[in-house]
């Protein structure tokens, strides 16, 4: 079992900056990716960012591509996305998820974190 934990949501002013971060513990060890994903209500959770754990490659959604950057620190099992030009569009609880095979699904997910950006 996997178990992971975001955090660095908050409320943040439009064309601020935010990072939010997510620790992975437990088996971490068969870790293929992470990446981000945010939910508002009323709508289905939107991919955002992906990042292989080996070569830290990365796929960025065209509406975050420019803004968002994730990253990684394999030592701390952490993945991180830091979010620039934040506008009130952005605000979302954001989840980190991870899978453990190139072609599965994302199947361990954290609890989420809130981001609020005012405008």
């Known amino acids: 079992q996997v178990k992971l934990v975001e955090s660095g949501g908050t409320l943040v002013q439009a064309g601020g900056s935010l990072r939010v971060s997510c620790a992975a513990s437990?088996?971490?060890?068969?870790?293929?990716?992470m990446a981000w994903f945010r939910q508002t209500p009323g709508k289905e959770r939107e991919f955002l960012a992906a990042?292989?754990?080996?070569?830290?490659?990365?796929v960025y959604a065209d509406s975050v591509k420019g803004r968002f950057t994730i990253s990684k620190d394999n030592a701390k099992n952490s993945v991180y996305l830091q979010m620039s030009s934040l506008k009130p569009e952005d605000t979302a609880v954001y989840y980190c998820?991870?899978?453990?095979?190139?072609?599965?699904?994302?199947?361990?997910w954290g609890q989420g974190t809130q981001v609020t950006v005012s405008s």
């Open positions: 998820a991870l899978k453990e095979t190139a072609f599965g699904r994302y199947n361990y």
């Open positions: 990042i292989t754990w080996t070569l830290g490659s990365t």
């Open positions: 437990g088996r971490t060890s068969s870790t293929n990716a």
